[in-house]
């Protein structure tokens, strides 16, 4: 296979996964740790209007989400890409912190402490972990 298309392929493989993996902690947070009552999670509008009702472990739900689904998607594209592994791992982390500035915005009334904590320590540094592991033990 051309390295190129390889390299591509991994990215797809490691942002897929790493979505999943968000995806997965939050749906499992979620059922473990329900919303308060009248939480509608899927408006935006309804979040926002109860995130001061959000207990401190159910806020950080989120953050591992992050934190992990970066660090694993960061590891997958670093373990299967051909060249670049840190490179590729740390453009997930941005795609990712993209996507992080996006629900800061969309959630304005979050915690500064749990923006900050997200926004600093979940995605950028996680890439580069994922990355790193990742790319123990290749050439």
Not at 20 to 44: A, E, H, Q, R, T
Not at 73 to 93: D, E, K, N, T, W
Not at 117 to 135: I, N, Q, R, S
């Amino acid at each position: 296979m051309h390295p190129i298309l390889r390299n591509i392929l991994a990215f797809i493989a490691g942002m897929v996964v790493g979505g999943m993996v968000n995806m997965g902690i939050i749906i499992f947070g979620s059922n473990l740790l329900p919303p308060p009552p009248g939480v509608d999670v899927s408006d935006v509008a309804s979040i926002n209007a109860h995130i001061h009702e959000y207990s401190t472990i159910q806020i950080l739900v989120p953050f591992f989400a992050h934190a992990l689904g970066t660090l694993i998607g960061a590891f997958i594209v670093a373990r299967l890409a051909v060249s670049r592994q840190m490179i590729l791992a740390l453009v997930i982390g941005a795609f990712n912190l993209l996507g992080g500035i996006m629900a800061v915005r969309m959630i304005p009334d979050a915690p500064m402490w749990f923006n900050g904590l997200d926004l600093v320590v979940a995605y950028l540094p996680m890439a580069w972990l994922g990355g790193k592991l990742g790319m123990r033990g290749t050439a």
